[in-house]
Each structure stands twice: as C-alpha cells, then as structure tokens.
C-alpha cells in the first residue's frame, strides 16, 4: 500500500503517525473497516478520520485538531518510517 493523505490538511502518513500508538491505531481502524471482495480489499468504510488516530490528548493544541478524512493514493510514495502495506490487514 502506497500512502493515505488527510483531506484537510494534507499531511501523509508520516506525519500523520509520528508515533508508534498512531501506526498501530491506524491499523486497528483498517482491519476493522476495510471491505474485501474475494480478499482483496476495495474499500474503507466509514473513512478513518485523522484525529481517531491521534487522539485528543496528544494534539498540540486543541484548535490544531484535524478531522480530515484519510484518502488512499495509490501513487504516492510509500511511508519512509514504517513498513504499510496491504498484507496488514490479514
Ligand atoms: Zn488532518
């Protein structure tokens, strides 16, 4: 899996995750949403949400709390700190 870009303010997964807790956050939300057709994923339903992976408490500030939702991009480098890929969500 390329890479996921918040709708709102436009920050990729790697910095979107900038800790652990968030990579493995997002993967909960995946593997709980994600709809296969003949095992290979098609959609995520409803789109995950840039603050369910960082949670209140770890926003800066709370007007900087973003709720963009996540859009794969198919295109789009892979994350440089963690290893994302479809394989996950088995
Ligand atoms: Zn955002």
């Known amino acids: 899996m390329p890479n996921a870009r918040c709708e709102n ?53 709370l007007h900087s709390m973003c709720d963009g939702v996540l859009y794969y991009e198919q295109f789009a480098e892979n994350p440089r700190n963690f290893d994302f890929n479809l394989d996950m969500l088995e």
Do not use: M
């Open 9 to 61: 303010c436009n920050l990729y997964l790697d910095d979107i995750c900038t800790k652990q807790k968030h990579v493995e956050k997002l993967i909960y939300l995946l593997k709980k949403r994600v709809k296969k057709f003949a095992g290979i994923p098609y959609n995520i339903t409803p789109g995950i949400r840039h603050n369910e992976i960082v949670s209140a408490s770890s926003w800066n500030c």
